[in-house]
């Protein structure tokens, strides 16, 4: 028999965790060997326990998905990332690709769609939703140039999210382990790239952007 495929589940909402882990544990050959509230803590287990897929939320606090996806794609070249989004605009679908991930799925998809996407990057193949408006085609956002976010470096986007999400300097620092004066460098570095003269400037920006949900 072949091995199962293994699977890491990337979600802040214990709840929501809990049903995509049951919905899983429904097919046989895929076996659940890790979760994660965020997408830190979801590169701190691949670090230990390898995978063949990740399913990663969209938007999580700390990091999310899209920046987890990109950094898997980099140190993690053959694990397959699917993005799991209530958005169905192309625009998050090309940023999802564009960020390394070979799935999308939205987030009302039954066993049957989440199996299909998980058989399908396992096989090198992209998978997008069936109800995503449509895919991406050559010379669409996939193609195009960076975005202004995609342009900041990764550590620019970390602190981008954390100051999005209320943390102060001093926050920040401890959360990524850097000095004060390091975080407030960034800080003004992201300010002078996205042109943008103050903190809730900052946060508009990253809520634009889909960094984080406002309703959480």
Do not use: C
């Not at 060997?33 to 999580?60: K, N, Q, S």
């Not at 209530?86 to 940023?95: G, I, L």
């Not at 991406?136 to 999210?161: F, H, I, N, S, Y």
């Amino acid at each position: 028999m072949k091995p199962p495929i293994r699977i890491l589940l990337a979600e802040d909402h214990a709840l929501v965790r809990a049903g995509i882990r049951s919905l899983l544990a429904s097919v046989p050959d895929l076996a659940v060997v890790g979760e994660a509230g965020d997408g830190r803590e979801a590169l701190a287990i691949l670090e230990r326990i390898p995978a063949d897929v990740v399913i990663l939320d969209i938007t999580m606090p700390g990091m999310n998905g899209l920046e987890a996806a990109s950094r898997i794609a980099e140190r993690w070249p053959a694990t397959k990332v699917i993005i799991l989004s209530m958005h169905s605009n192309e625009e998050y679908v090309s940023r999802a690709l564009r960020a390394g991930a070979a799935g999308y799925l939205l987030k009302d998809a039954g066993t049957s769609e989440l199996e299909a996407a998980i058989r399908a990057v396992v096989r090198g193949q992209t998978f997008l939703s069936a109800a995503v408006s449509r895919r991406p085609a050559a010379g669409d956002g996939v193609t195009k140039g960076p975005t202004p976010l995609e342009a900041l470096t990764p550590r620019q986007r970390e602190v981008l999210q954390l100051i999005a999400e209320g943390h102060s300097t001093k926050g920040t620092a401890a959360v990524l382990g850097l000095s004060v004066k390091t975080v407030e460098t960034h800080r003004t570095q992201l300010m002078q790239r996205l042109a943008i003269h103050d903190v809730a400037g900052l946060v508009r920006y990253a809520m634009r952007a889909g960094l984080i949900n406002p309703d959480r």
